[in-house]
Structure formats: C-alpha cells, structure tokens
C-alpha cells in the first residue's frame, strides 16, 4: 500500500500511522511487537518530525508496520539538515578533558545533575565512583528515565554487578506515571561499533581512546547542552534498537569479555 502526499506539511511517516488511525502509543507498541525494541510515543514523534533519524532496525521494522517502501517513508529524514556536531563544530565542546582524574568526576557529575533523562553507553565501565552515582540517581529519582546501551557484552564483572543491582533498585516492566524508566539493551558487537558517553538533557561527557593504550580511554570532551541533546536522542534511538537485557537472569548469561 502506498500512501498519498497530503498537506500540512505531515511526513509520509506520519501520514502512514494517520491513515492507519493510530496513535504514537499504538504505533510504538506495534513496532516494539515486531522489533522487540523499547520505542515510544516521543521517539515516533521525532522520527515523524525528522527530528531524528530512525535507526537501521527501526526502519524495517516500520516498512513492516505500514507496508512502505522506506524511501517514501523516510525521505524527510534521509534529507534532512546535518547534526549538532556537523554544524557547530568544536563550539559544543566545554572542556577538553586530558587525564583519567580529570574524566570522571564530569562523567558523574552528568549523573548527578540528570533530572529527566540519563543515557549511558559501552560495555566497559568499571569506575566505582561512576557506577555508584548512576545507581545513586536511579535510587533516588523515580521519574528519571535511564536507558544503558551496551555495545556487546561487559568487558569487566563490575559491570555486570552494576547493571544487576539497576535491575534490583528498578523493575524496567513497571511505569511511573505511565512512563517506562529504565531500559537495559545490547547492541550486538557486529552490528555496530562501540560508543562511549553519558549523557542527560543539560551536559555531556564522551570518553576517547587512551594516549597511551590500544583499550584504554583516559581523556575525554565535555559538552555543552545542544550537543548533550542530540546524543540522548542517539541513545534512545540505539536502546530501542537494541536487544533487551532487562532481568537479573538475562544479565547473569551474559559473557564477560576481558578485552
């Protein structure tokens, strides 16, 4: 089935779940069914607006839904402006970070100003410090939404202790005011490269290799709000792409890489 170009302006995305009478919610429900994904009502949204761009699953999962070919439904995407960092360049940059010391502290002082959204990607964190402000913010702010991408499986145990003791402070099943708040996925190791950031809605921290090492990341950039923005949206996008890890037992059969 194709769908007509209307007026208004509405993409082709949208156009697709209007004609089909549903609503953001039933929409993102649908794809979750056929992805197995974490999509909601805001990210259809920004998909729909071409805020964001739908990720490779997501994209095919959306086909399916609406019976479309994905150049017609993501046209408005696909020519869409460049992102944050394409055209600010280094003005989103606040700090450059140099040395590990100087690293984490920003890193968890992301964490402990989050107050909406908490984004955290890559599978080898082991920062005591860090991993305690992340459980921290979970602990005391149910409203804030935490999504946690790994990039295949934890490269370290205390990893794998922290994402067990996220999943006994939170049940990712349950909702606070309608509202799932956390989600834990896996990108497969060979479905895309590893990234490394935390972010929320006001700053950011992006980790970068090492100096020093092939698998160290001691220096890092601290960004300001637009950019911090942007990687939350590409956090959400790659979570709900994701392979679910969301109980204590799915968490335990992961493998520890230590490399």
């Known amino acids: 089935m194709s769908v007509a170009v209307g007026s208004g302006g509405d993409s082709a995305l949208k156009r697709a779940r209007l004609v089909r009478n549903m609503t953001l919610e039933e929409a993102a429900d649908a794809l979750n069914v056929i992805t197995g994904g974490a999509a909601d009502a805001s990210l259809m949204s920004a998909w729909e607006s071409g805020r964001r761009r739908t990720g490779k699953r997501n994209r095919a999962g959306l086909c399916q839904l609406y019976r479309?070919?994905?150049?017609?439904?993501?046209?408005?995407?696909?020519?869409a402006a460049t992102s944050v960092l394409e055209t600010s360049g280094t003005a989103v940059v606040v700090k450059v970070l140099t040395r590990w010391t100087d690293l984490v502290e920003p890193m968890a002082d992301v964490v402990a100003q989050a107050r909406e959204q908490l984004v955290v990607t890559g599978s080898r964190s082991r920062e005591k410090a860090y991993l305690a402000a992340i459980e921290t913010a979970v602990a005391q702010r149910p409203d804030l939404v935490h999504y946690r991408v790994l990039y295949g499986p934890p490269r370290h145990q205390a990893l794998v202790d922290h994402l067990e003791r996220l999943l006994e402070l939170r049940d990712p099943s349950a909702r606070?005011?309608?509202?799932?708040?956390?989600?834990i996925g896996l990108v497969e190791a060979d479905v895309a490269l590893e990234r490394f950031f935390v972010a929320s809605e006001t700053a950011a921290v992006v980790p970068l290799p090492s100096f020093h090492g092939a698998n160290g990341f001691d220096c890092g950039v601290l960004l300001s709000r637009e950019a911090a923005v942007g990687l939350v949206h590409h956090g959400r996008e790659a979570c709900a792409s994701a392979r679910p890890v969301e109980t204590i037992a799915a968490v335990r059969m992961l493998p520890v890489r230590h490399n």
């Not at 994905?70 to 020519?79: M, W």
């Not at 606070?176 to 989600?183: A, E």
């Open 68 to 79: 479309e070919r994905p150049e017609v439904l993501f046209a408005h995407q696909d020519g």
């Open 176 to 183: 606070f005011n309608g509202v799932k708040t956390l989600h």
